[in-house]
């Protein structure tokens, strides 16, 4: 089982940058496809990044590509996501999950609690 937490979000302008973490408890986490997903208010759940589990499979919703970047640790059971140029659209409840052995789940079984992002025009 792995038990996830995020950090790093809060207020940002428009145009600004931000880096969030993850931490993941657990002996294998270097066996678990990472992802990270965002909800804003009214909105249904999206994905926004996600890394195999050994690092060399990123891939991006377009939203975010060319924006965002996913990256993680395995010695530090830690995965981020740099987040540049930042839009008000970006605005979210920001979720790390984790997939065991895919490296395109369609599903993820591990979810942390969410961290805030908001930014301002």
């Known amino acids: 089982q792995v038990q996830l937490v995020e950090s790093g979000g809060g207020l940002v302008q428009a145009g600004g940058s931000l880096r969030l973490s993850c931490a993941a408890s657990g002996r294998t986490f270097s066996s678990y496809t990472m992802g990270w997903f965002r909800q804003a208010p009214g909105k249904e759940r999206e994905f926004v990044a996600g890394?195999?589990?050994?690092?060399?499979?990123?891939y991006y919703s377009d939203s975010v590509k060319g924006r965002f970047t996913i990256s993680r640790d395995n010695a530090k059971n830690m995965v981020y996501m740099q987040m540049s140029s930042l839009k008000p659209e970006d605005t979210a409840v920001y979720y790390c999950a984790a997939a065991f052995g895919v490296v395109r789940p369609s599903r993820y079984d591990y979810w942390g609690p969410g961290t805030q992002v908001t930014v301002s025009s």
């Open positions: 890394i195999s589990y050994g690092g060399g499979t990123t």
